[in-house]
């Protein structure tokens, strides 16, 4: 005869208790940063190459900060290298400016070397991962993110093409762009916690009508505190500023341009214009 039909009750496995994501001590040390704030500068900067973007965001610091070794890190996507060019002719090689080049490549399967967009991505956000921990340790004054432009449209998109298949020139769905997106700000989010002055550089690219407008993701100036243009008159030879927002409680002067650098008898000298 058969068991068919026979009910034999298994014993219940017990479950283990599940430990809590975040525990009592993370929450009171979240408790004690948010007690106060460091930083009100959050800066998008906006403008042409060689205009003094980079040039403002590496002249952030007081004599104080200087003192006291106060560093600045720069982030530099920009193949121009801005940020080692302008530390070497204005700042001496400081070596309080710590200049980071976060690209990565890789071999592929035809043997050929190629940007690893993947492992840059990575990359900037171990960086700045390890800057959020160890920040007063590091002494930091500011963070330079120099060319968020070029991360968005060459690393980001670039590796959500590959990831969907898509050809360069091809159309892109709106699900697609939310994941270019989405690898941009996982960068941007992780930075803006960071409790330091910040300085994102970006430049202007022409719309279908052929208007200047900002490189970056369209809503993106709406997350800054402060946003400022830069321009060159290539016929005085002067570099101008011109702060078009700044939503911090104190006395700024909106959209008027200020001189930052010109060219004297073929010497650059700079002015320079702090927030």
């Known amino acids: 005869m058969g068991l068919t039909g026979l ?3 298994l014993e219940k496995k017990k479950e283990e208790p599940v430990a809590p994501i975040f525990s009592d001590k993370d929450i009171e040390g979240l408790l004690e940063e ?4 460091k930083s009100d500068i959050c800066a998008l900067l906006v403008g042409d190459p060689k205009t003094g973007k980079t040039g403002m965001a590496l002249d952030c610091r007081t004599d104080e900060d200087k003192a006291s070794g ?3 890190i720069c982030i530099e996507l920009n193949s121009d290298n801005g940020c080692k060019i302008n530390k070497k002719i204005f700042h001496k090689d400081d070596p309080s400016i710590i200049i980071i080049d976060p690209r990565e490549f ?3 399967d035809n ?3 190629e940007f690893d967009y993947i492992r840059t991505m990575a990359k900037i956000k171990a ?3 390890y800057v959020k921990k160890n920040i007063d340790k590091l002494n930091v004054k500011s963070i330079v993110f120099d060319g968020a432009d070029v991360y968005l449209s060459e690393v980001c998109e670039n590796q ?5 298949h898509l050809d360069v020139s091809g159309g892109v769905k709106m699900t697609f762009w939310k994941k270019r997106n989405k690898y941009f700000y996982d960068v941007m989010n992780l930075l803006f916690t960071i409790d330091v002055d910040k300085y994102i550089i970006t430049h202007y690219k022409k719309d279908e009508a052929g208007n200047k407008i900002y490189s970056i993701q369209a809503n993106f100036p709406d997350k800054m505190h402060q946003v400022i243009e830069f321009r060159k008159d290539t016929k005085t030879n002067k570099h101008y500023a011109k702060i078009v927002d700044d939503r911090r409680d104190k006395p700024t002067v909106l959209n008027v341009d200020t001189i930052i650098m010109e060219v004297i008898d073929g010497k650059k000298t700079w002015k320079g214009m702090r927030l």
Do not use: H, Q, Y
């Open 34 to 37: 948010g007690t106060s704030v």
């Open 7 to 9: 009910s034999i009750p």
């Open 70 to 72: 106060k560093k600045i």
């Open 106 to 108: 890789s071999v592929n």
């Open 160 to 164: 959500m093409r590959m990831d969907e």
């Open 111 to 113: 043997g050929d070397w």
């Open 127 to 129: 960086f700045l991962a």
